[in-house]
């Protein structure tokens, strides 16, 4: 598991990317964020990494403490 933080949520738009704690920053959708997960910008978060069609994305993601 990926730690980072929201850097940027679109709520309309359904996506946004996660500052990894890495130095790399992740694209998400929401149908990445983990059932019952809302999250908005600068919470900090736990995700899996994935290599997605243009560059790395994060998936299973859920808010940390």
Same mark, same amino acid.
């Not at 679109?10 to 890495?22: C, L, W």
């Not at 929401?30 to 243009?54: H, I, P, Q, Y």
């Given at each position: 598991?990926?730690?980072?933080?929201?850097?940027?949520?679109?709520?309309?738009?359904?996506?946004?990317?996660?500052?990894?704690?890495?130095?790399?920053?992740?694209?998400?959708?929401?149908?990445?964020?983990?059932?019952?997960?809302? %999250?908005?910008?600068?919470?900090? %978060?736990?995700?899996?990494?994935?290599?997605?069609?243009?560059?790395?994305?994060?998936?299973?993601?859920?808010?940390?403490?």
């Amino acid at each position: 598991m990926q730690k980072g933080k929201v850097k940027f949520y679109n709520k309309e738009r359904k996506f946004g990317f996660i500052s990894g704690d890495d130095g790399i920053d992740y694209f998400f959708h929401e149908t990445g964020l983990s059932d019952g997960t809302n %999250v908005k910008d600068d919470d900090k %978060v736990e995700f899996m990494a994935e290599d997605g069609d243009r560059g790395k994305k994060a998936v299973d993601i859920s808010i940390t403490d």
